[in-house]
């Protein structure tokens, strides 16, 4: 089992930036790639950003040199510096683990907007 608190979202203008974090506990052991997800209202949720044990790293497109993801693997922790940011990067963010074994875990959400 794991467990996943978020903590950083908030409410910043267009342009402006904030940083999200993750914090993991119980079987850190077995992590192997942790990330983060959004859901917009009325939308799917969606890959923002992933990062594996050995650090690979996959984001969407729509995120690409706007965001940036980081681990320490010691500590269970995962963060996205999100910069430049949107209007329609306004959703809840959720943070994610996917353990060996194919199990995934879900953190409770953090909702960021970004007014206009």
């Known amino acids: 089992q794991v467990q996943l608190v978020e903590s950083g979202g908030g409410l910043v203008q267009v342009g402006g930036s904030l940083r999200l974090s993750c914090v993991a506990s119980?079987?850190?052991?077995?992590?192997?790639?942790m990330g983060w997800f959004r859901q917009a209202p009325g939308k799917e949720r969606e890959l923002v950003a992933r990062?594996?044990?050995?650090?690979?790293?996959n984001y969407a497109d729509s995120v690409v040199g706007r965001f940036t993801i980081s681990r320490n693997n010691a500590k269970g922790t995962v963060d996205l510096q999100m910069d430049s940011l949107r209007p329609e990067d306004t959703a809840a963010y959720y943070c994610?683990?996917?353990?060996?074994?194919?199990?995934?875990?879900w953190g409770q959400g953090t909702q960021v907007a970004v007014s206009a």
């Open positions: 119980g079987r850190i052991d077995r992590i192997n790639y």
């Open positions: 994610n683990a996917l353990i060996w074994g194919g199990d995934s875990y």
């Open positions: 990062i594996s044990l050995g650090g690979t790293i």
